[in-house]
């Protein structure tokens, strides 16, 4: 059937435009964390194949009760509106060229999706950001997915319509709107469930968090307050018997100073960590010469490494690696991935730290290897989660917060890199930085 009606008392205009409402009413959150999309397609094709351009106003009017229903702001039905419209308007003009009425139906359907699926993420591109305010998640905002799986229903309906006419139209709309409202109910129940699970999760997350706060306040600050606070009574009492001599108090001295600058390196970490985590301004790069880079870090750690009869092994490409990055983050990253190599590390063992640029896949590379302890699969898990230390008991006797690497990751993502680790139980692990390649050095 391929009648053209105008605005007139035809009961079935009404009839339609009640379909066409119900439609815009169910509203299906396709997925976890967003917003909802009605099936509004479904009776609009069939009541675009019946009355075409007449459809535009009921169309209208659908849209701003049912979002008025869902108490949207005024701004998004307004939004809501104009985009609808504008793809109907659209549609309607290519369907028009099809040659036959069940053709028009399928090209208006097609058109009408993609066409509001693409104006209204214009729409939020152009009127949102300039008002600055968010998009209510309460309006009908397309889904291109929900809309090409829920389209070809309205088919049915316009087969109906030619064998059955308006009435056999409205029968089987009436049929399938019911069904799709169940089954929009069941798929907001999942997603509901879905989004609790993720709450759950997040929780989960927080309270081990918060946990994980809790032993490193109970263990990694309270023994060295209990170091201070005992050697601060030694030392009273070494000034209080002279006999003692000024080499004891010095002793007592040194030990109170060294636990108070253990508890000053965790506070610096933390608050470390924190602005790198929630600052909005990554900071501007700038081209760092890598070899340069691990030529300074190399040298700070060789000392440490020396005391453990350790071999620091340097491997820097020729002509040097440069990385856009920020060279004191950069600095404070390969630092920590080098001192760590060297704490873990048993004594006569070796540390080996190298630079490479990659123009094959626009990186360039630092590297930090080890014949440490290694890493265990469940321990690599975790590696870069805050207040992590792992149960080997090797390193556990070393003394740290959990707090170095979880702080080299945050800093090396917000210089736009990533960093990843390759390591085998009793056989070492390596660290790799990669990094956007500066080309030519500029």
């Known amino acids: 059937m391929d009648a053209q009606v105008g605005l007139t008392w035809n009961p079935a205009y009404f009839a339609f435009g009640v379909a066409i ?10 997925r976890a964390s967003g917003a909802s999309s009605s099936l509004l397609i479904v009776p609009l094709v069939a009541a675009y194949w019946h009355f075409g351009a007449a459809v535009a106003p009921l169309l209208a009017i659908a849209v701003v009760i049912a979002n008025a229903t869902r108490r949207a702001s005024p701004l998004s039905v307004v939004t809501a509106v104009l985009v609808d419209l504008a793809a109907f308007a659209v549609a309607f003009l290519v369907a028009s060229a099809a040659e036959t009425a069940g053709s028009r139906a399928a090209v208006f359907a097609i058109v009408f999706t993609l066409a509001r699926v693409g104006l209204w993420a214009l729409f939020k591109q152009a009127i949102y950001p300039s008002v600055d305010l968010p998009i209510d998640r309460r309006v009908d905002q397309p889904d291109l997915p929900l809309s090409l799986i829920v389209a070809p229903l309205g088919a049915v309906a316009v087969v109906a319509g030619e064998i059955l006419g308006e009435g056999g139209a409205l029968l089987s709309l009436a049929a399938i709107l019911p069904v799709l409202s169940l089954v929009g109910e069941w798929w907001r129940l999942r997603v509901a469930r879905a989004e609790a ?9 927080a309270r081990m968090v918060q946990e994980e706060l809790t032993y490193l306040i109970t263990h990694e600050v309270r023994n060295p307050l209990t170091t201070i606070l005992g050697y601060c009574q030694l030392a009273r009492r070494s000034i209080m018997a002279p006999e003692e001599g000024a080499d004891e108090l010095n002793k007592h001295l040194d030990r109170i100073f060294r636990a108070g600058k253990t508890i000053e390196r965790l506070t610096e970490n933390l608050l470390e960590l924190s602005k790198v ?14 070899g340069n880079l691990v030529r300074e870090v190399a040298a700070e750690i060789e000392p440490l490494a020396e005391q453990k009869r350790q071999t620091v092994v340097l491997e820097l490409p020729e002509p040097p690696a440069v990385a ?8 404070e ?11 873990y590390t048993p004594e006569g063992g070796r540390v080996r730290m190298w630079a490479s640029a990659g123009p094959e896949d626009g990186c360039s590379t630092l590297g930090v290897s080890d014949t440490g302890f290694g890493l265990s699969d469940m321990d690599q898990g975790r590696l870069f989660t805050k207040f992590f230390r792992s149960e080997d008991p090797r390193v556990a006797r070393e003394r740290g917060a959990g707090l170095g690497l979880a702080l080299t990751r945050a800093i090396v993502r917000r210089m736009g890199g990533d960093i990843v680790v390759e390591s085998r139980l009793n056989e070492g692990a390596t660290f790799r930085v990669l990094l956007p390649t500066a080309a030519d050095g500029s």
């Open 333 to 343: 990253a390969l630092s920590n991935l080098a001192s760590n190599a060297v704490k």
């Open 277 to 290: 985590e929630t600052s909005e301004n990554e900071g501007a790069n700038e081209p760092v010469d890598l």
């Open 21 to 30: 409402l119900v439609g815009a009413l169910i509203a299906v959150p396709w």
């Open 197 to 205: 699970e993720l709450e759950r999760d997040q929780l989960a997350q």
């Open 324 to 331: 856009l990055a920020s060279p004191i983050l950069l600095r």
